[in-house]
């Protein structure tokens, strides 16, 4: 057993060219089964995630941003390995996390780890902050009592709580109190990939700044690589290096933040950064706003899964499905637009 | 070896140390809820009368007069209340009744108590179970529960006492058979809501078992179910038990207040106008089953505080009231409105 104290997290390693990614999702495809089926109907799924695929690169923040809806969480939880996909796998460190046996799928997934959206609903109100951040180590063995509690001031202090806290329970902390906690808890277990599932949208806007702060402080200190979802496309431009804007379960653009920002391809992404509040009064840019509602995962579109509400939309796209091409080096589109004549 | 034993010694002491921790804070938490049960009028009337139904069985020997088995006092029979039998006699066996009704207590509340407990873990178990391991685990237990749900106890008890006996254990066991059903679907649900919670999905992700998650989060989350329900079931199993007593299907050989009732019935109190005889076996299933009843209800307001102050059924009761009112008012037309308008604002006047 390893000395916890003395031992503390890597860092790892990051050079700009070569480097293999920590995680990569392959053609993943999650589908649900609801309702129908028996005796007579046809069966019907929720096709929740359709044939993503993405490299997130060790060091990194990898944004996903969406509609409320259209299958971030599902492919987050997908990628912890917490659903099985229909289809494709995912491959953490080069190993696939769906094709090994039992002991290694639950050793590998304590090196990834999650951070709720809800920070209420999150730490468990009957535990004390100690059971809480240590419940990992306690479930992984091998600690004593007093090594987890040093563990967990230790982990207190770096989160930016005090060791007075230690005995406290989650009803004595305000939100952003309890989502430093649940940053904690899943620190904890030195994990090389961390999900953050909006972790800031349902916080007070004055602590928003805090949190992102103390996560940014965490991946240079200990060298994690976050996937990010998010709503706040503000917060996804600070803070990541690349980003997937999905649609309806499908990726339609993906690359690096920047160029994506700079230059946005899909009519979806166009849409939405012009949804994007500016500072500058005088800077008036052309508004997009799409019509209509999302159209329901059960029955998608056959072509493209934006030609309802595109404001671009062709005769083509109802009908076939735009492939994704590289219109800049790692800048993707899924977009008839981008990808040939037009008809 | 040397090595094995210190490590071994160690371990002994840390485990002693652990679980001396956890006895100190499960008694403390105990004292807690035992106080918070005691602030509130409803439990400290249910706690005092539970207290006072334990002394009397637990030292039953000491406090009775006489002995109830005795049924050699051919003097004594069918005596009026006085000082030396404060409840008379019986007419058929000159026992003391005063006697007997203390040592009733000790069948029912045994029984009842100790069911309540039964009923509470197998019912938390199957309910656990069902709800978070799901799959084909939930559908046979909830289809066994379903048919145990529909099967009419009474008859079935009777089958199965002649079958097998009258006796104490038998009468805990046919009750738990059918006491838990109820509870597991309760449950059941709660465990539902509570396996997809954050914290649950947390502990899953540290590569937690089943075992783990079903012991330390999700039986805590139900234990409240679990303690209202012993309160509650245990009061329910006081009545049923003093009715298969009067049936004749208890155990014969001990005096229950059930038993009691039957006795009054064959041995013609009625006949000779005995009222105290018929009273006493009565008075002590009330106090019991109220004892307990007490004691569920400040459960439940301890764990739902949102709840206290009006009782639901009186809450459901104005409402409807109102909506019935609402609803005749909308039917009326335009005309008859302003009447039943203008009535009202002259009642209020006059």
């Known amino acids: 057993m390893a000395d916890i104290q003395n031992n503390p997290p890597l860092a790892q390693e990051v050079d700009e060219k070569g480097n293999l990614p920590l995680v990569s999702v392959r053609n993943l495809s999650v589908h649900f089964p609801v309702g129908g089926g028996f005796l007579f109907g046809k069966k019907k799924t929720v096709k929740a995630v359709s044939d993503i695929s993405l490299d997130i690169y060790p060091g990194e923040t990898y944004g996903?941003?969406?509609?409320?809806?259209?299958?971030?969480?599902?492919?987050?939880?997908t990628m912890l390995g917490m659903i099985t996909p229909t289809e494709g796998t995912v491959y953490f460190k080069g190993k696939d996390l769906f094709g090994v046996d039992k002991k290694t799928f639950t050793e590998m997934r304590r090196g990834m780890q999650m951070i709720f959206q809800d920070p209420y609903s999150s730490l468990n109100p009957r535990f004390d902050v100690l059971q809480i951040i240590g419940e990992p180590l306690k479930i992984r063995g091998g600690y004593t009592d007093e090594e987890i509690e040093a563990r967990v001031l230790e982990l207190l202090r770096l989160v930016g709580l005090s060791d007075k806290d230690l005995h406290r329970h989650p009803s004595d902390f305000s939100g952003g109190q309890r989502q430093r906690i649940g940053i904690a808890r899943a620190i904890i277990l030195n994990p090389d990939f961390l999900v953050c599932d909006e972790p800031v949208s349902a916080l007070d806007v004055s602590v928003h700044a805090q949190i992102l702060n103390l996560l940014m402080?965490?991946?240079?200190?200990?060298?994690?690589?976050?996937?990010?979802i998010s709503h706040n496309l503000a917060v996804v431009k600070t803070i990541c290096t690349h980003m997937t804007v999905m649609y309806l379960g499908?990726?339609?653009?993906?690359?690096?933040?920047?160029?994506?920002?700079?230059?946005?391809?899909?009519?979806?992404?166009?849409?939405?950064?012009?949804?994007?509040?500016?500072?500058?009064?005088?800077?008036?840019k052309e508004r997009t706003i799409l019509k209509g509602d999302i159209p329901s995962p059960i029955d998608p579109p056959i072509g493209c899964r934006f030609c309802q509400r595109c404001p671009k939309a062709m005769e083509k796209c109802k009908y076939i499905q735009p492939e994704t091409v590289e219109v800049e080096p790692g800048h993707f589109v899924a977009c008839h637009l981008c990808s040939g004549e037009r008809v | 070896m040397e090595n094995f034993w210190k490590k071994a010694g160690k371990g002994i002491k840390a485990f002693g140390i652990a679980s001396w921790k956890k006895i100190k804070k499960a008694i403390l938490g105990f004292g807690d809820f035992i106080k918070k049960l005691w602030m509130r009028p409803k439990g400290r009337v249910g706690l005092i009368l539970l207290a006072l139904l334990?002394?009397?069985?637990?030292?039953?020997?000491?406090?009775?007069?006489?002995?109830?088995?005795?049924?050699?006092?051919?003097?004594?029979?069918?005596?009026?209340?006085?000082?030396?039998?404060?409840?008379g006699t019986t007419i058929t066996t000159g026992q003391d009744i005063f006697s007997m009704l203390i040592y009733g207590s000790r069948v029912s509340l045994s029984i009842g108590l100790i069911t309540g407990i039964l009923t509470a873990f197998i019912g938390a178990f199957m309910g656990i179970l069902a709800g978070y391991i799901g799959s084909w685990v939930d559908t046979v237990i909830m289809r066994v529960v379903d048919v145990m749900l529909v099967i009419p106890t009474l008859p079935l008890t009777i089958v199965l006492t002649n079958l097998f006996g009258k006796s104490y254990g038998m009468i805990i066991f046919i009750f738990t058979l059918f006491g838990w059903t109820g509870l597991s679907r309760v449950v059941r649900s709660q465990t539902l809501v509570l396996k997809n919670s954050n914290y649950v999905k947390a502990a899953e992700l540290a590569g937690a078992s089943r075992m783990h998650i079903m012991m330390r989060h999700i039986l805590p989350g139900v234990s409240h179910l679990l303690i209202m329900s012993t309160a509650l079931t245990s009061a329910g199993i006081m009545v049923a038990e003093a009715g298969l007593s009067f049936l004749g299907l208890g155990d014969p050989t001990a005096i229950s207040w059930g038993k009691m009732l039957a006795e009054v019935q064959s041995g013609g109190a009625m006949l000779f106008g005995h009222w105290w005889w018929i009273i006493a076996p009565g008075i002590g299933i009330f106090l019991a089953v109220f004892a307990f009843m007490r004691i569920g209800v400040a459960m439940e307001e301890v764990f739902n505080p949102r709840m206290k102050q009006t009782s639901s059924v009186y809450k459901i009761f104005k409402n409807l009231n109102g909506a019935y009112i609402e609803e005749v008012f909308d039917s009326m037309d335009e005309k008859e409105k302003l009447g039943y308008i203008e009535e009202k604002e002259r009642v209020r006047h006059e």
């Open chain 1, 217 to 228: 402080k965490l991946q240079k200190e200990i060298g994690m690589t976050y996937l990010f």
């Open chain 1, 64 to 77: 996903l941003v969406g509609e409320s809806g259209c299958g971030k969480s599902t492919l987050a939880n």
């Open chain 1, 250 to 284: 499908k990726m339609m653009e993906s690359g690096k933040t920047e160029s994506i920002y700079k230059n946005p391809m899909h009519p979806y992404t166009q849409a939405l950064l012009s949804a994007v509040l500016d500072i500058d009064v005088d800077n008036k």
């Open chain 2, 54 to 87: 334990f002394i009397c069985a637990v030292f039953a020997p000491v406090i009775a007069p006489f002995d109830p088995y005795d049924v050699t006092q051919r003097a004594a029979k069918g005596l009026s209340p006085s000082w030396e039998h404060p409840l």
